[in-house]
């Protein structure tokens, strides 16, 4: 089993920068398949970016292509979302989730594990 804990959300202007990290106590994220998922008020959670065991082809929300850059540090065993020229329609408690297997998915339902979240408000 897994424990995931997200950190460096936080309150920012439209435009600004943040960087969301994910560490892994229990077993090596090598493991597993990473994602990052987001949950706004009063709507559905959405996926945001996942990304393979090996790190390759990473797979983004069309919201967020060209903005936001997930990546993985398995020294680390940690995972980052870099969220770059945010967005007031951005605010929302993001969350990382661990899935065991191969290949990438961009279904929740198919993560075994989850982070407690941490909260991302943009004012405009």
């Known amino acids: 089993q897994v424990q995931l804990g997200e950190s460096g959300g936080g309150l920012v202007q439209a435009g600004d920068s943040l960087r969301l990290s994910c560490a892994a106590s229990?077993?090596?994220?090598?493991?597993?398949?990473m994602g990052w998922f987001r949950q706004a008020p009063g709507k559905e959670r959405e996926f945001v970016a996942v990304?393979?065991?090996?790190?390759?082809?990473?797979i983004y929300t069309d919201s967020v292509k060209g903005r936001f850059s997930i990546s993985r540090d398995n020294a680390k065993n940690t995972v980052h979302l870099q969220m770059n020229s945010l967005k007031p329609e951005d605010t929302a408690v993001y969350y990382c989730?661990?899935?065991?297997?191969?290949?990438?998915?961009?279904?929740?339902?198919?993560?075994?594990?989850w982070g407690q979240g941490t909260q991302v408000t943009v004012s405009s």
């Open positions: 990304l393979s065991r090996s790190g390759d082809n990473p």
């Open positions: 229990g077993r090596t994220l090598s493991s597993y398949g």
């Open positions: 989730a661990a899935r065991i297997g191969y290949g990438v998915t961009t279904s929740g339902s198919t993560y075994n594990y």
